[in-house]
């Protein structure tokens, strides 16, 4: 009987001292009087840490700093001088007018061996594709789905023309780059290969293979390209939307 009081007299000591350390150890916390490592940087430790962070990052940024001067990069701005000298001060008839030419012919001179493949990109500028209008204005439905989706609002301007809608709807696919590019070296023509410049999943997941262009481009206002009817948009993707 006596070994039971005295076990019973023991419990609430033991409960008391966890809840008592319980708490020293949350008020250590909140105190911030907990033990912590707390280094004594000295000028010898300070530059001997930094001088091991040069042995390592001097080496990579020397292989980096080599990588891209060996990169070969031709610039070539064309928009000023392919066009003729009387449409200068009107540039947007001249692009308006279909019955003018508008081939041009630019010479790039290769200062260095390139080796291939050869990479061919162009630039714009002050043409702002993050503007939020511009961004939305595209309807992903439709380029999987086409005229079976019908719920096209978010391609506002250019949701349909003359009464009919557009597939690809949408400022996106309305603006579409469309100058083409040929290249020759000596009179000996290059070939420039176009493929897998668009991601296999959105070729075969985010175009649907019987989506054709219908009432394309077909409005007052011709914004890029024209697209071949008889050709599914997901073979067009695969050549040309990517470059939007």
Known sequence: MMEVEGSMNRAPDQSSFLRSRRSKALYQFKQQKLPACKPVLTPISV??????????FIPIGLITLRASRDAI???DRYDVECIPEE??????????DSSIPKNCTRYLKVQKYMKAPIFIYYQLDNYYQNHRRYV???????????????HTSSCEPEESSNGLP??????????????????????????????????????????GKNVY??????????????????????????FTIKKI
């Open 73 to 75: 990069e031709i610039i």
């Open 136 to 150: 939305k204005s595209r309807s992903d439905q439709q380029l999987l789905h086409g005229l079976e989706y019908s």
């Open 166 to 207: 557009i597939v690809p709807c949408g400022l996106i696919a309305w603006s579409m780059f469309n100058d083409t590019f040929t290249f020759s070296r000596e009179r000996t023509k290059l070939n420039v290969s176009r493929n897998n410049i668009a991601w296999k999943s959105d070729r075969e997941h985010k175009f």
């Open 213 to 238: 262009p219908i009432n394309f481009q077909n409005g007052t206002l011709i914004g890029g390209a024209k697209l071949d009817p008889k050709i599914p948009v997901c073979i067009l993707n695969h």
């Open 47 to 56: 530059i001997t840490v930094f001088m091991l962070m040069g042995f390592v």
């Open 87 to 96: 449409y200068r001060t009107n540039k947007l008839l001249y692009i308006t």
